[in-house]
C-alpha cells in the first residue's frame, strides 16, 4: 500500500511536471518567497559545506545553495527519474558538486556520512505521519553537531476549521492561476494523494528527533517553512 502511495506520487510528478518553474509559482502561494526564506535559513560557517537535498526534484533549490555556497557538495535525492533529468539539466554546470540519488525519502539511506545543513522543500508531506517522524529522525542522526534543517512544505493546522479554511483560501488561488478545471483538478489531487501533518505536529515531531532548537519561521495560507538545529 505505502509502495503503491510512492509509485503514485512518481506517476504523477512526471505525467505533470514539464514547465516546473512556471507551474509551480501557480501552484504554491507565494513559492518565491517560501523558496528565499529556505535558502536564507541555511547557515553554516564552513566554506565547504556538505549539503543534503531531500526531493531536489528539478534542482531549483539546489541552485540556490550554490549559489550561497558555491564551494558546497550536494547529496539530493528524488524519487523520479524524469524530476532527476530535469535537475542534471538545471545544474549541467555543477555536476561536480551534486550527487543525485535515486531514492524514496521513507527508506533514505544516508550512510556513515554527517551533513552541515539539509533541505526538504514541497517533498516531506508525500509522506505518513510516521513516516515523518522517522526521516527527521534520520535527518538528525546525520547533521553534524549544529547542524541546520530546513523545511517548506505544505501544512495543516489544530483544528479542522482553520485547516479547511486555509484549504478554501488555496483553491481559490489555484481557480484564479489556473482556471476552474485545472484548479480543481490540483485541489482533487492534493485531497487524493497528499499527507499534509498540522504545523505543531511536525514541531513536536522535530524536538522528539533530538532537535534543541524548531520553529515555523514562515506561514502563508497553508504552507510553512521550519527551522531546526541539532
Ligand atoms: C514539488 S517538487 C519540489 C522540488 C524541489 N525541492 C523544489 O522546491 O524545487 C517535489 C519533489 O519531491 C519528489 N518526491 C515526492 N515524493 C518523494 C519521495 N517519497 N521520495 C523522494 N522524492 C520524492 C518529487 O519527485 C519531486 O521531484
Request: charged share 30%; proline share 2%; aromatic share 10%.
Amino acid at each position: 500500500m505505502e509502495n503503491e502511495h510512492s509509485s503514485l506520487v512518481k506517476e504523477h510528478f512526471e505525467a505533470k511536471y514539464h514547465d516546473y518553474d512556471a507551474l509551480i509559482k501557480k501552484l504554491i502561494p507565494n513559492y518565491e518567497k517560501m523558496h528565499q526564506s529556505v535558502i536564507d535559513l541555511v547557515n553554516t560557517t564552513s566554506e565547504k559545506p556538505v549539503l543534503l537535498d531531500l526531493g531536489i526534484g528539478t534542482g531549483k533549490t539546489a541552485l540556490h545553495l550554490l549559489n550561497k555556497y558555491p564551494q558546497a557538495v550536494i547529496d539530493g535525492f528524488d524519487i523520479s527519474p524524469k524530476m532527476i533529468e530535469q535537475g542534471k539539466t538545471r545544474l549541467r554546470d555543477n555536476l561536480s558538486h551534486v550527487h543525485f540519488i535515486e531514492q524514496d525519502i521513507k527508506d533514505l539511506e544516508l550512510k556513515e556520512k554527517h551533513y552541515d545543513a539539509g533541505v526538504a522543500v514541497l517533498s516531506v508531506h508525500h509522506l505518513t505521519g510516521e513516516q515523518k517522524k522517522e526521516l527527521f529522525k534520520k535527518i538528525f542522526n546525520h547533521l553534524k553537531s549544529g547542524g541546520i534543517f530546513v523545511l517548506g512544505d505544505i501544512v495543516k493546522f489544530d483544528s479542522e476549521k482553520e485547516t479547511i479554511a486555509k484549504e478554501e483560501e488555496w483553491r481559490a488561488f489555484l481557480i484564479k492561476n489556473l482556471g476552474t478545471k485545472e484548479g480543481q483538478y490540483w485541489f482533487d489531487n492534493y485531497k487524493e494523494e497528499d499527507l499534509p501533518s498540522s504545523v505543531n505536529e511536525q514541531l513536536q515531531w522535530l524536538r522528539d528527533a533530538g532537535f534543541s532548537d524548531s520553529r515555523s519561521t514562515w506561514e502563508y495560507m497553508n504552507y510553512a517553512v521550519f527551522f531546526a538545529k541539532k
